[in-house]
């Protein structure tokens, strides 16, 4: 994500979420991000989808999706995996739920930033069909090759590096 720049397309997306029970004395239950859906549902945030064996399914909200014409590299990369996902991030809230939906990202890179947060929950989820189309599309329109530039590195001088002497010739 780039703040300085507006995205050129933003995909709107469902967040699912999951709640299970929790076997430890500390917590009662863990959270995460499962699931995006292809488009923001006509459902109210913090629907139960399914309940089952001590696991709740919510539609916890909507993100959307950016695409930024830099991040094109990244998104390919992303598509090229093994399973192309999207990053779901749920930020601690106040309130009924312990979380709200924070973003949803296809940039690999932007994903693991949100970790750094040390309190959000970033799960990486499977890339619905219709979002990676939209997503190859955009890569076909606006990816530009961008050749690697290796820095030369300065010659050491290396009476720089030597030890001077103070007044006296001593060190």
Do not use: C
Request: aromatic share 8%.
């Amino acid at each position: 994500m780039n703040p300085t720049t507006l995205p050129l397309v933003r995909i709107l997306v469902g967040v699912v979420v999951e709640r299970s029970k929790a076997d430890s004395p500390w917590v009662d239950f863990v959270w995460r991000g499962v699931a995006v859906l292809p488009d923001e549902p006509d459902t109210k945030p913090w629907t139960v989808l399914r309940e089952e064996d001590g696991t709740t399914l919510f539609y916890a909200g909507s993100a959307t999706v950016d695409l930024y014409p830099s991040e094109t590299a990244r998104y390919r990369d992303n598509l090229a995996s093994r399973s192309p996902g999207i990053w779901i991030v749920l930020a601690p809230a106040d309130g009924a739920w312990p979380y709200s939906v924070a973003a949803a990202t296809a940039d690999p890179a932007e994903g693991e930033a949100f970790t750094e947060a040390g309190a959000n929950l970033v799960e990486a989820v499977a890339m619905p069909e219709m979002l990676r189309e939209a997503i190859e599309s955009f890569i076909t329109e606006h990816h530009v090759e961008r050749e690697f530039f290796k820095r030369e590195r300065r010659r050491t001088d290396p009476e720089a590096l030597a030890r001077r002497q103070h007044e006296g010739g001593h060190e």
